[in-house]
Structures are given as C-alpha cells and as structure tokens.
C-alpha cells in the first residue's frame, strides 16, 4: 500500500516526508512498547503509535522504519519532528484511536504478515 493511500485511509496530516508519499508499504504494526518494535518488526511497515517521544524516531531510524503514524489526534514537538526529517522519517498524525486506524489499514488490505513471523 503506497504511503499516500495510507493518509487517505486513516484522514492522516502529513507532518514531514512528503517525499516518500509513493514509497509501497508492505505490513503494519501498532505499538506503543518501542522494544516490542526493536524485538518484533520486519523491514517496509508503518508503525502506528500513542507513544509521543523522540525514541519514537530513533527506533525507526534504527528499525529502517521509514513512516510513523502518531494516533488519537497526538502531535508530535518540533524537536521530533526536525529528528524525523534529518533521518528522511514521513511522520503522519490521525484522530483515529489505534485499534481503529490498524483495523482501517487491514480493511484497506495492509497485513501485519512479516512483522510478527
């Protein structure tokens, strides 16, 4: 799933990474524990997160996690978004709470597979 129809389906603000709005999706993950992420992810998901620091940012940069999705309306500070940005992050924000906006992207055809094998 391309990174743009991931805004369309979750209402998603694009808060930096335009660039990587083409960029194909494979499987998506929803956590709030950063060491399940480091422990439990596979390359090319979206992680979809409640958890509002910059540790966020660098166990993606560290899992080659190139799109964060922020739930419940949450908004990142400036300082994460700049980390995001140096490290070429896309940095999305939804109202959704996150068992709805993982079951719009799985409706949508996103699978965890890959993630959690």
Not at 6 to 12: P, S
Not at 29 to 47: E, H, P, R, T, Y
Not at 89 to 99: G, H, Q, V, W, Y
């Amino acid at each position: 799933m391309l990174v743009r129809d991931i805004v369309k389906t979750l209402d998603a603000e694009i808060l930096t990474g335009e660039e990587n709005l083409e960029l194909d999706i494979q499987a998506g993950c929803g956590a709030d524990l950063m060491s399940d992420v480091m422990a439990f992810v596979k390359d090319n998901v979206i992680l979809l997160t409640g958890l509002i620091n910059v540790q966020v940012v660098r166990t993606a940069e560290m899992m080659d996690i190139k799109v964060v999705c922020f739930v419940r309306g949450k908004q990142p500070t400036e300082q994460i978004i700049e980390l995001a940005k140096s490290k070429g992050i896309t940095i999305l924000s939804t109202k959704n709470p996150m068992f709805i906006a993982c079951g719009l992207l799985y409706k949508a055809g996103l699978t965890g597979r890959g993630v959690w094998d």
